[in-house]
T-cell receptor, first 109, second 116 residues
Framework: GQNIDQPTEMTATEGAIVQINCTYQ??????LFWYQQHAGEAPTFLSY??LDGLEEKGRFSSFLSRSKGYSYLLLKELQMKDSASYLC??????????WGAGTKLIIKP | GAVVSQHPSRVICKSGTSVKIECRSL??????MFWYRQFPKQSLMLMAT?????????EQGVEKDKFLINHASLTLSTLTVTSAHPEDSSFYIC????????????FGDGTRLSIL
């Protein structure tokens, strides 16, 4: 079956760095997406990886290893506004997105 | 760019009412639109995928006669929850993609539906 695993909740300190991991098992693979979702709001797109390696975008970076079925989202210089859920989603061979349950990130002062 | 507008943002109505939710892509033509449902503290559950001018493809377990989807144009899709009941109360979110299907989905702000 198809499956996405990511931690349920993580806690980090303002100004620090946090890495949110995601492992996936899909029928075929057409890329890995990360979205941010604040409580009560809709998700917003953060990143897309389809090739192995690290993609950097400001304070946020996303990494993909296709051979390991693994991705992570790295958040640097954490700010209180980064408190949100982070959703990992893998696209299968039919271009269907398989969504993870999300990682709730709590930032403490 | 890539703004998706969803309306209304919140609906509270009596059991048995039908509710229509609109999803519009404001600055791009959406080749594909998606409708999701999300329960508290859970991930997104895809309900259906729609392409302009064709019937929506519903996910297993989603009643197409209960959740009517109309993708009338490249910028508008509607979801009608017919004869809504309390168990239909949820957060409904639409999204749209532009161009190739592996492009990121851009989400509307969601509609919180509460059926009394």
């Amino acid at each position: 079956g198809q499956n996405i695993d990511q931690p349920t909740e993580m806690t980090a300190t303002e100004g620090a760095i946090v890495q949110i991991n995601c492992t996936y098992q899909t029928s075929g693979f057409n890329g890995l997406f990360w979205y941010q979702q604040h409580a009560g709001e809709a998700p917003t797109f953060l990143s897309y990886n389809v090739l192995d390696g690290l993609e950097e975008k400001g304070r946020f970076s996303s990494f993909l290893s296709r051979s390991k079925g693994y991705s992570y989202l790295l958040l640097k210089e954490l700010q209180m506004k980064d408190s949100a859920s982070y959703l990992c989603a893998a696209m299968d061979s039919n271009y269907q997105l398989i969504w993870g349950a999300g990682t709730k990130l709590i930032i403490k002062p | 760019g890539a703004v998706v507008s969803q309306h209304p943002s919140r609906v509270i109505c009596k059991s048995g009412t039908s509710v229509k939710i609109e999803c519009r892509s404001l600055d791009f033509q959406a080749t594909t639109m998606f409708w999701y449902r999300q329960f508290p503290k859970q991930s997104l559950m895809l309900m259906a995928t729609s392409n302009e001018g064709s019937k929506a493809t519903y996910e297993q377990g989603v009643e197409k006669d209960k959740f009517l989807i109309n993708h009338a144009s490249l910028t508008l899709s509607t979801l009608t929850v017919t004869s809504a009941h309390p168990e239909d109360s949820s957060f409904y979110i639409c999204s749209a993609t532009e161009g190739d299907i592996n492009q990121p989905q851009h989400f509307g702000d969601g509609t919180r539906l509460s059926i009394l």
